[in-house]
């Protein structure tokens, strides 16, 4: 594709590193582009969008005067604002992150990042979440060299419809083997919750955050993010039906239907 | 199964109508179960969790003496906490609504009823979400002899681990005319900005909904609901990856590596 226009988001919040660098990346690869993001961090946000809250726009001062904005809101809340409101012309290409923490594996539900692409994807339009495996001690800079061959593979390369792309960056302590375009894993981030007491008296809770125990095949993101590789996963959301339930269980109801009318 | 112990919660709030006919159902059925809910509505939560705000448990006077709590978070959140902080015992069930407005169609990326499920379904607990496609004049007594058989026929019968099942009765003025077992459709839910000026002056907006425009084939639930089925979709959180993509696009990204590094 010939001068994409390219909406970024992320997760973290306007503030955090990661969009920074996406930013930094798409300026040297000379793309036209502008931000839009939350006015502060919405991880675990998922897809959820803002249905009984005012949501308020500001204009944000970036570096090189490249047009950005914060929204009070969800990254899918920013890709909604960004195109119903915001931007003057239909985005070619959604990029989200880079994400502090991996939203590898079955962390796709759970994720902003991957949420406010697949706001994107819902609309027909292309999108790239990005994220890196290391919540303590991630080096964003050092990713920045791989953002644009990703994403001018997937401009000239276009998948279809309803699939997305999932990049997870590698741990930043370890070595960069290459790139490794798979299926994602099992795991996901479950909840490890602290009690503290108010100072009312009554407790309250952190949900807190903890991988699931689950066991990972050698050819998944999670697998293959340990060993020092980029994963790349092609996600689709067009369906979800499990069509071997359909064919097992053929019309359960029809009798019970006749029973109760 | 004999004797499940059944978890209800939904994303309309603890005090939501559509609720209360889940539980009078499982009442009259006999069976054994606990509420744990949002303390009020989070439409459009999605599987979204909060990591960022302290979680309140309440207990929540329930008719017949049955267990409930409010917590103030998704319905994720609260199939959290029960599970992880306030049940003596893990459900073998868990079911979510019954959820004014459709969940229908790709409304399950969106829908916090279908995500409160989804996270039971990722820690392995069987789920079904239940919404009507009412938003303004949903009757919700009239669905209560469905519920029981949806339940009992899924207890009878278990779908694999990673399944869930979205239920969806069609709009109340129409004459409900049987069940099917169906995939869902491609719809969803988008936005449909209300710009409004705040009191200082400057612009806010509500993000409002309509559905996309989008075309339905016939064996989808979006079709059959405007016929008057209530339709019921296994849906499955295992394997989102795209494998034609997979299949498709071999190591890419091979040369790009050794070029970078």
């Keep these: 594709m010939k001068n994409p226009y390219i909406l970024i988001t992320n997760d973290d919040g306007i503030h955090a590193p990661g969009i920074l660098t996406l930013s930094t990346s798409l300026k040297k690869a000379e793309y036209e582009f502008a931000i839009v993001a939350p006015s502060s961090e ?17 204009p944000f001062p970036w570096q090189d005067k ?7 809101g969800t990254p899918a809340d920013c890709v909604k604002m960004a195109i119903s409101v915001i931007l003057k012309k239909k985005p070619d290409l959604i990029l989200s992150g880079i994400n502090r923490g991996a939203n590898s594996g079955r962390n796709i539900f759970y994720s902003g990042t991957v949420g406010g692409i697949i706001e994107g994807t819902l ?20 990713l920045e060299k791989y953002i644009h061959p990703i994403i001018q593979y997937f401009l000239n390369n276009p998948l279809p419809i309803g699939t997305l792309v999932n990049v997870t960056f590698p741990q930043s ?19 490890n919750p602290v009690q503290r007491i108010h100072p009312e008296g009554r407790h309250y809770y952190w949900l807190g955050g903890k991988w699931a125990d689950v066991v990972e095949e050698e050819d998944t993101d999670i697998a293959l993010l340990k060993q020092g590789y980029i994963t790349v996963v092609p996600i689709q959301i067009n369906e979800l039906t499990d069509h071997k339930i359909l064919q097992q269980h053929k019309d359960p109801f029809e009798e019970t239907f006749k029973k109760i009318s």
Excluded at 173 to 191: A, D, W
């Design 123 to 142: 609309r027909q339009i292309p999108g790239i979440a990005f994220s890196i495996d290391d919540f303590y001690e991630p080096s964003y800079e050092k």
């Design 66 to 72: 490249i047009p950005a904005w914060s929204v009070n």
């Design 42 to 58: 919405k991880s675990g946000a998922g897809v959820s969008t803002s249905i009984n809250k005012p949501l308020h726009i500001h």
């Design 173 to 191: 302590s370890l070595e960069i083997k290459g790139f490794r375009m798979v299926r994602h894993g099992q795991g996901y981030l479950t909840e």
